[in-house]
């Protein structure tokens, strides 16, 4: 047995379901919290929000991840520095609550990020997106899933094999559609967001935006339920590792703009570069 093959069952019979508990315990713990009177709202030190719901998820997650002994890079937990975490070989990244503007808005579009990082390349994910009861998985070569009806829940614990029984393989033949669906933020556009735009709408008349909130965006172009993502404003490695192994295993790209770079993780500066995605159908 060769040591790739031992590191994808430990992968699938152990971390990748550790990941799925995790993802679906902090959404039980943000359920409570959403759409209730208190948020207890702060700004942290880059003047994005925070509220009491991240807080509770990022506890959640690093209290079920803690028995793998893998380090957890999270937006909400301590400051790492580069000294600290360069060596990594193995480390999970994690964002508790990606999209807190949107939770606070109460547009339902957030979602819960847990990746695997090895050698600062993404191996495995969970991307929970709680009000939706959607929960979608990949492992780097053993493709893309969706599992539909996943309840948040406090004491989740699901194994490899009820997780696999669920298994619905993406990108999804109901998501064909007409026509050419565009992503963009929903709370980050920039001059050159919509330059970009302009610029598939002339080569596609028929261009229809969407705007959204969180890393759904990259689920929905994993599902095919969308073609392509721009993004030209800050984002973080904890913001886009999750769903980027998601959409690359359903087929999918991710690169840099306009470059067209592969993103990398584990960088000194954790910032990703601009980028655009794209789902494995899309035609430009």
């Keep these: 047995m060769t040591e790739q093959t031992v590191l994808d069952r430990q992968i699938r019979e152990y971390l990748l379901p550790q990941c799925f508990n995790a993802a679906v315990r902090a959404g039980a713990a943000i359920m409570k919290i959403y759409k209730k009177d208190d948020y207890d709202i702060n700004l942290k030190s880059d003047h994005t929000p925070i509220t009491i719901a991240d807080r509770m998820a990022h506890n959640t997650i690093k209290e079920c991840l803690g028995p793998t002994r893998i380090p957890v890079l999270s937006e909400e937990g301590r400051e790492m520095l580069y000294d600290e975490r360069r060596n990594w070989e193995m480390f999970f990244v994690v964002d508790p609550l990606d999209g807190t503007k949107e939770f606070i808005k ?157 993103l990398c993780y584990n960088k000194e500066d954790l910032r990703n570069p601009w980028f655009e995605a794209r789902s494995a159908n899309c035609k430009l």
């Design 106 to 262: 109460g547009n339902n579009e957030f979602t819960v990020n847990i990746a695997l990082v090895m050698n600062n390349e993404c191996i495995a994910s969970a991307l929970y997106v709680p009000y939706h009861r959607k929960m979608y998985v990949a492992a780097k070569g053993l493709g893309a899933y969706l599992i539909s009806n996943v309840e948040p829940a406090e004491e989740s614990a699901l194994s490899q094999g009820q997780i696999e029984d669920k298994l619905e393989r993406l990108p999804l033949a109901s998501a064909a559609h007409e026509g050419f669906r565009v992503a963009v933020s929903r709370s980050h556009q920039t001059p050159e967001t919509h330059q970009r735009i302009d610029q598939m709408r002339a080569e596609h008349p028929d261009l229809q935006l969407i705007e959204q909130g969180s890393s759904y965006k990259f689920c929905l172009l994993a599902e095919g339920t969308i073609d392509y993502y721009i993004r030209t404003t800050n984002t973080y490695e904890w913001d886009t590792a999750a769903g980027e192994l998601i959409l690359s295993e359903a087929g999918g790209s991710t690169l840099s703009y306009p470059d067209g770079k592969a």
